[in-house]
């Protein structure tokens, strides 16, 4: 039987394998291998400047992963540039997340404005989401990247904008493919079972490595184990609360429609009936004889 393991893309567990211990090398590796940065491009430094659980309710008990990273190449080192990176785990459906994620990287990318700064300083800003559902379900490929394109020549406006989505739930669906080092960092993260795990291993990808032995450890700590489960949980009972009101409200709304349906029904009905009954006395008394101006008089009563 497989054995579950605590799971990376829970956003506890993400902090805490990745930003808590102060050793950057795991969160290195995760952002090369997603980011598939050429060889010049290789992340050399990496600050975290945000790494928070934010509320993101207004009663404060539903809380997001809130983690920004500014990173640099040698090439960038030499030019004086950096990247900054915001990242997100949203394991459930939300119809508004593309609004989201466009709100949150603008709020990133015009904050490292400094006063008296020009805007050509702006840095490249790039938005990782990583999804727990399919967010594009027409789409095959698991990662789509956005950028702003001028509409009939296709060409881009600036490299300054980047939002990217990796949805795990399609992993589920495809061959596993042990020589993309992307597709084997988003198989960490998705993965439930030691036995996946496992099956990354024969990679032999070193940091990568690392980081499964650490999960694994993780995995053995009963609190840490206790407080995924929690997590896992109270998510999951969230979800289901906004899927419920949700269904409610259509139910709700569908029998407002109907209601009023019917109502309105009934009065166009009513109508036409009386519409065509006035027909039909006007018709018999011009059968009798009557004038026009006789009938006015008569209908008109």
């Known amino acids: 039987m497989p054995r579950n393991i605590v799971k990376a893309k829970l956003d506890i567990i993400f902090k805490k394998l990745f930003t808590d211990d102060g050793d950057n090398e795991l969160l290195i590796g995760l952002l090369d291998a997603i980011l598939e940065l050429p060889e010049d491009e290789k992340i050399a430094d990496i600050q975290i400047t945000k790494n928070e659980l934010m509320p993101d309710s207004p009663d404060g008990k539903v809380s997001r992963l809130d983690l920004n990273v500014k990173l640099q190449s040698e090439k960038d080192k030499t030019e004086n540039k950096y990247r900054l990176i915001n990242v997100e785990i949203q394991l459930n459906q939300r119809s508004d997340y593309a609004e989201r994620a466009l709100f949150y990287w603008s709020k990133l990318f015009t904050g490292s404005l400094k006063s008296g700064d020009a805007y050509s300083e702006l840095p490249m800003t790039i938005s990782l989401n990583i999804l727990g559902y399919s ?50 960092w988003l198989r960490f993260l998705n993965a439930e079972t030691e036995e996946e795990l496992d099956m990354l291993e024969t990679a032999k990808d070193s940091t990568l490595d690392k980081a499964i032995t650490k999960l694994k450890y993780f ?46 029904g ?10 065509a009954e006035r027909a039909d006395i006007i018709a018999k008394m011009k059968k009798k004889g009557l004038s026009d101006d006789e009938i006015n008089a008569i209908m008109d009563l």
Do not use: W
């Open 135 to 184: 967010m594009f379900p027409d789409r095959e490929k698991y990662h789509s990247i956005y950028l702003p394109k001028e509409e009939s020549h296709n060409d881009v406006l600036t490299d300054k904008f980047s939002l990217q989505f990796f949805e795990l739930e399609k992993l589920n669906h495809r061959k596993t493919n042990l020589q993309s080092k992307k597709e084997r």
């Open 219 to 264: 995995s053995e700590n009963e609190q840490l184990r206790f407080d995924a489960i929690s997590r896992e949980k109270y998510i999951n009972d969230q979800a289901s609360l906004e899927r419920s009101a949700k269904l409610a409200g259509r139910a709700e709304g569908e029998a407002v429609g109907l209601k009023k349906g019917r109502a309105e």
């Open 266 to 275: 009934e009065a166009v009905g009513l109508k036409k009936g009386r519409a």
